[in-house]
Structure formats: C-alpha cells, structure tokens
C-alpha cells in the first residue's frame, strides 16, 4: 500500500520549534514532489511548503518564509519540515502529500496528519 506517514507534531509555546517528519511507505520521495499543507478548525486548507526533487525547487507560503524549512534525507526517505519562530496562528492539523508538482493542484497520496498547538 502506498501511503505517507507524519509524525512530529505537538504542543509547543509561541516562539518555540518542531521539526515534522514525512516518510512514503512503498515509494521513494523523490518520486514525487512532497508538499506540506495544513487546516485549522474553521479554516480552509492552506498549502505551507513543497519540495520538488527533480530540480531541487523550495516554495513556501508568505507567512512561512524565514521560519520554516523544508528538506530532505534521501538515506532516510524522508522530507522534513522544520517550524521555528511557530506563532499562535500556525495551529493546525499538518499533513503532507505526494504531488506530480508541486504546481499541481491536487495530490495522488496524503498523510493521516500530525497535529500542531502553539500555545501562548
């Protein structure tokens, strides 16, 4: 079964860090682009960050720019998304998803979701 597992989510307060983690189980990362995205109660869906291993592309949304990071460990066959400087309003349940680009606006496989709580 090919599927995508989250893991790294937490309660953390603002200001603080946490570094979520994106393995595919029965495919390679890099066999799509591997975007995170994230919904908060009430909220629509929101994309966060994607990474696109053909050429190495990073995107992030605006309010994310210089406090997250996204990256990889081709060893691990895992992406990482690496949240600091985290606010009150980046509370949400975070997933990640597997992409034909990261341009695309629909996914072919997603994760079960890792909840994140910034607390003040």
């Known amino acids: 079964e090919l599927q995508l597992v989250e893991s790294g989510g937490g309660l953390v307060q603002a200001g603080g860090s946490l570094r979520l983690s994106c393995t595919p189980s029965?495919?390679?990362?890099?066999?799509?682009?591997i975007g995170w995205f994230r919904q908060a109660p009430g909220k629509e869906q929101e994309g966060v960050s994607c990474?696109?291993?053909?050429?190495?592309?990073?995107y992030y949304r605006d309010s994310v720019k210089g406090r997250f990071t996204i990256s990889s460990d081709n060893a691990k066959n895992t992406v990482y998304l690496q949240m600091n400087s985290l606010k009150l309003e980046d509370t949400a349940v975070y997933y990640c998803?597997?992409?034909?680009?990261?341009?695309?606006?629909?996914?072919?496989?997603r994760g079960q979701g890792t909840q994140v709580t910034v607390s003040s």
């Open positions: 990474f696109s291993s053909t050429d190495g592309s990073k």
């Open positions: 029965g495919f390679s990362f890099d066999d799509y682009a």
């Open positions: 998803a597997a992409k034909p680009s990261c341009g695309s606006n629909y996914y072919l496989y």
